[in-house]
């Protein structure tokens, strides 16, 4: 056969064998019926594509996204909210949120003093420290901040507080426990919250067992190094009934293997409203739970109001029958994660932002609340954040420019309204 010929044979030979292994490896991937996990934290989160049609929810007796128009304040005059509560959660199965709403009518005036100036239960969370760093940082009137760091000389512009965390992984915690306790001497009675998100499979993914032993292993070496240091628990993404079982797994494990009570002196979570699916977008299924799915909240329930106040009423609720009034409740972590893309614009993130804030001032009841506090239902709370990256929705600062935004503007406005 002449060279050219043969060169041609060959070349249609191997066109043939990389169509057919083409074809075969297709069908291949197809009869497996997987794909492939997303890469990326912010892939995880929220879905790869904005919704193309707006979301459609039925109501049920569990706590679902129902569908809550945003609120209307503006920059110059907040307007206040309305709250609901909801019935208790139960233990097995999972934990039910009935008969919401149950109505109290706030004001915006808050509440009488109490543990706290209304400008010490403020934060935010500080994702590219130093805050000092962003120009007019401290006209956000803040009270404390956390940069999810441990630090042995925090920034503290203003004299703001600063929260400590210990990382948890698993059971593994960081940093070692001579630094956390050279730290905690060195920066006595101050917030340490122990872990982040264990709850999440790209955070602090811990199962149970491995999330009592990290707890352990740091709480008692805090607090052998400083004895007035302030120990939280760390915070769950939200506390939906999947997540509260989740909790009560680890105080569960705790109790049988160390033959105490788990001790927390700040009871902590995050509150978000994201899907709990396996395998898909929004914060998956808590590590070592069976379940597949919990609440299927939507793309638009980001922002829905009624979902925020319902988790908060829950969570304290379950505190009170649990044994845990007594103790103070901090929201460490909060916002919109989605983009503004997804049906966030700046007018619907600035309200559901002040609407939230007029939630915390004004909620209490004497049958759930912190009696120390006023009966108020939470403490303190930390909006997400000064300035992120990945989720930039809720930045108060461009975190390039260092410069505010202006949903940062409208913090400032909500807090000087607020007065000292």
């Not at 872990?195 to 955070?203: A, R, S």
């Amino acid at each position: 056969m002449p060279s050219k010929m043969r060169g041609r044979f060959f070349g249609l030979l191997l066109l043939f064998a990389g169509v057919v292994l083409m074809i075969w490896g297709g069908r291949s991937l197809l009869s497996t019926g997987k794909t492939l996990p997303p890469t990326s934290l912010a892939e995880r989160l929220i879905p790869t594509a904005p919704p193309t049609s707006s979301v459609a929810i039925t109501p049920s007796s569990t706590l679902t996204p129902t569908p809550t128009p945003p609120a209307t304040p503006t920059a110059e005059s907040p307007t206040p909210t309305e709250t609901s509560t909801a019935s208790k959660p139960t233990v097995m199965p999972s934990p039910t949120l009935e008969d919401i709403p149950k109505r109290f009518t706030p004001t915006f005036t808050p509440l009488p003093p109490g543990l706290y100036t209304p400008r010490e239960r403020f934060c935010v969370g500080v994702p590219i420290p130093p805050p000092d760093a962003y120009a007019g940082f401290e006209r956000l009137k803040l009270g404390w901040y956390l940069d999810w760091r441990t630090n042995p000389n925090p920034s503290r512009p203003g004299g703001i507080e600063y929260a400590q965390m210990v990382w948890v992984n698993g059971r593994q915690i960081s940093p070692d426990i001579p630094t956390i306790q050279a730290i905690a001497r060195q920066n006595p009675g101050s917030l340490w919250l122990i872990g982040n998100e264990p709850d999440v499979i790209w955070q602090g993914k811990a199962t149970p067992e491995e999330y009592a032993e990290a707890y352990y292993t740091a709480y008692h070496a805090i607090k052998q190094a400083d004895p007035t240091a302030q120990v939280a628990i760390g915070g769950v993404s939200q506390p939906t009934p999947l997540r509260i079982r989740y909790i009560e797994a680890i105080l569960q494990v705790y109790r049988e293997r160390y033959g105490e009570e788990m001790p927390v002196d700040v009871w902590n979570i995050h509150n978000f409203i994201l899907r709990e699916e396996r395998n898909s977008w929004g914060v998956d299924i808590p590590p070592g739970l069976p379940d597949d799915t919990g609440i299927l909240y939507e793309v638009d329930d980001s922002g829905n109001l009624e979902a925020f106040k319902a988790q908060i009423w829950a969570f304290r609720r379950w505190m009170k029958e649990k044994g845990f009034q007594d103790k103070p409740l901090i929201v460490s972590e909060y916002g919109i994660p989605m983009p503004w893309d997804y049906g966030f614009p700046f007018e619907r993130v600035r309200n559901f932002m002040y609407a939230t804030f007029d939630f915390f001032l004004t909620a209490a009841d004497p049958e759930l609340g912190y009696p120390p506090d006023g009966y108020r239902l939470v403490q303190r709370w930390c909006w997400y954040s000064l300035g992120d990256l990945t989720y930039p929705t809720g930045n108060l600062f461009d975190p390039d420019t260092k410069e505010m935004t202006p949903l940062g503007k409208a913090f400032v406005a909500y807090m000087e309204r607020l007065g000292d």
